[in-house]
């Protein structure tokens, strides 16, 4: 299961990157997050942590 992140949601709060264990969240251009699929192990901290449920599962 990997997880993504809704941009037209997300609020640039990097709450997500800060308790990502795997490091497999950076901040884009634009301000936002995105997952890197490469680093995710799908452990869903972020999506737990995300305060507007930017992150879903896919």
């Not at 949601?9 to 497999?24: D, K, L």
């Not at 999506?47 to 879903?56: G, H, L, R, S």
């Amino acid at each position: 299961m990997a997880y993504k992140i809704d941009k037209s949601q997300c609020i640039g709060c990097h709450t997500c990157a800060g308790v990502c264990p795997m490091g497999a969240i950076t901040t884009t251009p634009d301000g936002k997050c995105a997952i890197d699929p490469a680093k995710c192990v799908s452990c869903g901290t972020c999506a737990a942590m995300c305060p507007v449920n930017a992150i879903k599962a896919e």
